[in-house]
């Protein structure tokens, strides 16, 4: 079946420093891919997504390239901040329309 | 205009005994999900409604657990009787339709201790 496996965290950076979040997939056909963030005490947040092999989705300054060849929506920034530090849940949704989610990988960034 | 509303945030039973979780989605939003977060994991599916209908339920536990959308608009989730093992956060989430152009937005979440 489907599936996302994404690093453990967590990640601890300073501010201003290069975040890079591995997310790998195993899906059959052509999933659709997304990040989403969750935030202290709050409910999970769609950041980005890609719907097809090479689309990249970006917002608030983070990346991902959907990238079919290796199966992989990494998620970076070049410059995170303290406000980035959050829980990170990369996703997939087949052709079932169900989201399957990674483990989350938690982000704290200090200053 | 308010996202996803639910309630309680918190709630704290002993084993065997019963409880309900609410949630009101974004108005407008035709499609209705319910998840289960364990501590560490993320979150799995456990019912999608479209209206006021069951479309997949597969991953809801049916001896103990039981939903309802009525009316198309809130829902409703119940376990009884509670087990240790329930101890997550369930999670409601509600979008306007199927698909991956149909974002699913989030509510915050009602914690769930069993003792």
């Known amino acids: 079946g489907n599936s996302v496996t994404q690093m453990e965290g967590p990640v601890t950076l300073s501010e201003e420093a290069f975040l890079t979040i591995n997310c790998t997939y195993t899906a059959t056909g052509y999933p659709s891919l997304f990040w989403y963030v969750q935030y202290p005490g709050e409910g999970l947040q769609l950041l980005l997504k890609?719907?097809?092999?090479?689309d990249k989705g970006s917002n608030k300054g983070f990346e991902a390239t959907y990238r079919k060849e290796t199966t992989s929506f990494h998620l970076e920034k070049g410059s995170v901040q303290v406000s980035d530090s959050a829980v990170y849940f990369c996703a997939l949704s087949g052709r079932d329309d169900k989201l399957i989610f990674g483990t989350g990988t938690r982000l704290q960034v200090f200053p | 205009e308010a996202g996803v509303v639910q309630s309680p945030r918190y709630k704290i039973i002993e084993k065997k005994q019963p409880v309900a979780f609410w949630c009101n989605p974004i108005?407008?939003?035709?499609?209705l999900y319910w998840y289960l977060q364990n501590l560490g994991q993320g979150p799995e599916l456990l019912i999608r409604?479209?209206?006021?209908?069951?479309?997949?339920d597969s991953q809801l536990p049916k001896d103990r657990f039981s939903a309802e959308r009525l009316k198309g608009v809130d829902s409703t989730l119940k376990i009884q009787p509670a087990e240790l093992g329930d101890s997550a956060v369930y999670l409601c989430a509600s979008s306007l339709g199927r698909g991956p152009y149909n974002e699913q937005f989030f509510g915050p979440g009602t914690r769930l201790t069993v003792l």
């Open positions: 108005s407008g939003h035709n499609t």
């Open positions: 409604y479209e209206n006021e209908e069951a479309v997949d």
């Open positions: 890609a719907t097809k092999a090479d």
